[in-house]
């Protein structure tokens, strides 16, 4: 009797604290879409400053964006390789199929393949389907282009009663730029984005060129999306029989040591002068590596990133090819 009233003891124990794990108060799902309990805590999750497995467990039983078209970790040929990356991970991880999410007292709808994101007041009449919709000629919804640095503080501002949402919609230029978080203006979005090719060797399964590629798909890019912005360099290893250069028969990806050289330094719009400075010298033996030196709910105002990419085979000398440098700037 004892040792079932202690089994079920430590069970329901368990139980509880999965529950706790899985919901806590400031991450809930309602109405089929995670909710950020406020402003402050959205930023919190975007900064990655707090613990992001605390947004896996709440979505648990939600369908978002990144559970919508997952790549198979067996089989990534070419079509898996070319992924959709319009949505940065964090985003994806966030999003219902409807590309929205709450924050606090606002439902927001994050509307990259239009440019824009909409945001409405959760006790406005129907307001996800406003959302949904795009029903942007509703007159309490805040429309942001997607080359917005501030929405954040909109959002905090009108919260407050410091700006109305008519306000912000029909404001002249100068007006916005009175507004007091703006006195540092944002940079602009960049991305370089090349194959490496590190090795060239014949292979008779290559019947229309005979020749076997192993190249990187390296990119580094400044990703605005109105509520979240990220620095990443990334490299994906990968293969293919090459009919000629950037062009495959086939292509998967590949196995092996991936190596990230990076200096970045930049400067964000809430901060306007004090610049932070951070580099990276490592490897990783994947599919893929990526290091995000800088994301978060402020836009930069400057940047600079500059990496060079290394790749071998695990099997091989234990030297690196690498690429030449490659940079994305704004302000510097």
Same mark, same amino acid.
């Given at each position: ?22 919901? &806590? *108060? ?30 896996? /467990? ?11 078209? *997952? ?5 990534? =040929? ?14 994806? &991880? ?5 590309? +929205?999410?709450?924050?606090? /007292? ?7 393949? /239009? ?54 919609? &029909? ?8 507004? *007091?978080? /703006?006195?540092?203006? =944002? ?28 190249? =990187? ?22 293969? =293919? ?36 400075? #951070? ?18 709910? $402020?836009?930069?105002? $400057?940047?600079?990133? +500059?990496? &060079? ?22 302000? #510097?």
């Amino acid at each position: 009797y004892f040792y079932k009233m202690k089994t079920l003891f430590f069970s329901l124990c368990t139980l509880l604290l999965f529950s706790a794990k899985a919901q &806590t *108060p400031d991450l809930t799902v309602e109405n089929g879409m995670l909710k950020f309990s406020t402003l402050v805590v959205y930023e919190q999750y975007a900064d990655n400053t707090l613990d992001r497995n605390n947004i896996t /467990n709440a979505t648990s039983s939600l369908m978002t964006l990144a559970k919508q078209s *997952p790549v198979s970790p067996v089989d990534e =040929g070419a079509d898996a390789i070319e992924e959709d990356t319009l949505y940065p991970e964090f985003l994806k &991880t966030i999003l219902n199929t409807d590309k +929205i999410f709450g924050i606090g /007292n606002f439902f927001v709808k994050i509307d990259l393949e /239009n440019h824009r994101a909409l945001v409405i007041a959760a006790n406005a009449s129907n307001a996800y389907n406003t959302l949904v919709t795009n029903n942007t000629a509703d007159a309490g919804v805040l429309l942001f282009n997607d080359d917005e640095d501030d929405a954040i503080d909109v959002l905090d501002a009108v919260s407050k009663g410091d700006l109305t949402v008519n306000q912000f919609n &029909t404001a002249t230029e100068a007006q916005r730029l009175s507004w *007091p978080w /703006n006195s540092c203006s =944002g940079a602009g979005r960049h991305t370089a984005k090349v194959d490496d090719y590190w090795s060239i060797v014949p292979n008779e399964s290559c019947t229309q060129s005979g020749q076997y590629a192993y190249f =990187g798909d390296d990119k580094l890019v400044y990703q605005k999306a109105v509520f979240y912005f990220s620095l990443e360099t990334k490299a994906k290893s990968r293969k =293919g029989c090459t009919l000629r250069p950037g062009i495959f028969a086939h292509s998967a990806v590949h196995y092996a040591d991936i190596q990230i050289q990076s200096q970045v330094k930049y400067v964000k719009v809430s901060h306007c002068r004090r610049e932070e400075n #951070y580099s990276l010298n490592n490897y990783q033996h994947h599919r893929e590596y990526s290091w995000r030196p800088y994301e978060g709910s $402020k836009a930069l105002s $400057k940047y600079e990133m +500059i990496t &060079t990419f290394g790749f071998r085979h695990n099997s091989s000398t234990p030297t690196f090819w690498l690429s030449p440098q490659y940079r994305i700037a704004s302000g #510097y």
